[in-house]
């Protein structure tokens, strides 16, 4: 499920230089000792005792499992889950709630890549000393990036991603198919091969998350990218209006027309087109790394276990663009007991912690190191197209305004996916809308 820097390099993964501003000045009180105030702090990371953790539902299962890590070693100081929906938007909107009101009862917020700015700004997440959050340049540098306002630390960088096709490889190579397709028109092609032999009859051939939430922001981007247009320039002024972008959005539509993507994948999310790939509905499926673990169970949930690979997504012309994905961990504002909250997330963003939850969940790590880990690839063969996906990522836009921004490419996208709006009028419209949202 992202995905906020201009391109991310296409270079090897280097150290992170550079240094970030020491705390700021307190704007409200802070205790010490057994708890600090709940007040909208930038101050000292102070107070010891339980702490709440705010994330998405864990469709992984795993979560719980790292924090009863935590909890068996820290008996005074133990976290407790507090589980939001599945849905990203309807994610922020509790996080956003909690915070306007000032309630305080989230600790420690499980954030979408592209909410630092809005959150940091409204002064909803606490700016992080450098010095409290150690090994930052052993991280992914684009990841770094999506905790940072302003150039300042308002979070901590846990899991990365990037979009990746996933495909049936034995349909593929029935059909007489040796490489994953590089370009929409490869895809196609190799579908109406695979539909033509009996194994591959009825098959649809490509999905996506085109449900009216944030993953079609992600998907969207992601066309648009691919098709060599962008949503906001490197000069943060709104750029949707032009003929690359309207490639993108048409091949999209198009899709649709012509069942290339299946009608039912207007109401697909995250969940509902993993569970249509795993039980042999899609040849091709475009989801995050996460699905790897689950499409590969052997326990009878998915049909297409030892059935499937992975590559990078494809574009118009070659190569496609992912959407940079991935969860940072903040400090609320309004939350007590801060010195344990850094602590607890210290523990979670370790270089072993990630090894742990790697292993059990496919979810990309933000430590450079374990993408090269010979452990790891070998059970994890996504990790080479998974590494290129990052590295070639392009973040979504870095407002302030996120939520308003991300609400209108959901619209237009959908409008003309679903309700027949012109992609020429859809984006002259989206564009008239960023530049009332965006102020560069």
């Not at 133990?78 to 922020?92: G, I």
């Not at 994890?380 to 290129?388: E, W």
């Amino acid at each position: 499920m992202r995905f906020e820097r201009s391109h991310a390099r296409r270079t090897a993964f280097v150290a992170v230089a550079g240094s970030f501003a020491l705390l700021a000045t307190a704007c409200g009180s802070g205790g010490s000792g057994g708890s600090s105030s709940g007040g909208a702090s930038t101050g000292a990371l102070e107070g010891r005792g339980p702490i709440t953790l705010a994330s998405g539902k864990d469709t992984s299962g795993n979560l719980q499992n790292q924090l009863n890590a935590w909890n068996a070693q820290h008996p005074n100081e133990k976290v407790t889950l507090k589980e939001l929906p599945e849905d990203a938007d309807a994610q922020r909107q509790q996080m956003v709630q909690d915070a306007q009101t000032k309630a305080g009862a989230y600790s420690v917020l499980v954030m979408d890549v592209v909410w630092t700015s809005e959150f940091a700004a409204n002064q909803w997440i606490t700016q992080i000393p450098e010095d409290r959050v150690p090994d930052l340049g052993k991280l992914v540098p684009a990841t770094v990036e999506t905790a940072k306002y302003r150039d300042k630390l308002y979070a901590v960088p846990m899991t990365s991603d990037g979009g990746l096709l996933y495909y049936r490889s034995d349909l593929l190579k029935a059909a007489g198919i040796t490489a994953a397709p590089k370009t929409w028109d490869e895809m196609k092609a190799d579908c109406t091969k695979v539909q033509a032999t009996p194994a591959g009859k009825g098959i649809g051939c490509y999905a996506g998350q085109f449900e009216k939430y944030e993953g079609l922001t992600v998907n969207f981007s992601e066309a648009v990218n691919s098709a060599g247009g962008e949503i906001v320039g490197k000069d943060g002024k709104p750029n949707v209006n032009t003929p690359e972008a309207k490639a993108g959005l048409t091949e999209l539509v198009n899709d649709f027309k012509t069942g290339v993507i299946p009608k039912e994948a207007i109401t697909y999310k995250e969940e509902e087109s993993r569970r249509a790939f795993q039980d042999g509905k899609l040849l091709f499926l475009r989801n995050w790394p996460y699905v790897y673990a689950l499409a590969n169970k052997t326990d009878g949930s998915s049909k297409v276990a030892g059935k499937f690979a992975v590559a990078p997504l494809p574009g118009k012309t070659g190569p496609g663009v992912s959407s940079l994905g991935g969860h940072d961990y903040a400090i609320s504002s309004f939350a007590k007991n801060k010195a344990t909250a850094i602590d607890f997330i210290n523990f979670m963003a370790s270089e072993a912690r990630q090894k742990a939850n790697i292993e059990k969940t496919s979810q990309a790590p933000t430590w450079a190191s374990l993408y090269d880990d010979p452990t790891l690839t070998k059970q994890f063969p996504y990790l080479a197209p998974l590494k290129a996906s990052i590295l070639g990522a392009q973040p979504r836009p870095k407002v302030v305004k996120y939520g308003d921004v991300t609400a209108a490419i959901q619209a237009a996208a959908y409008g003309a996916l679903s309700n027949g709006t012109p992609p020429d009028k859809a984006l002259a419209d989206l564009q008239t809308k960023l530049q009332s949202l965006i102020t560069p």
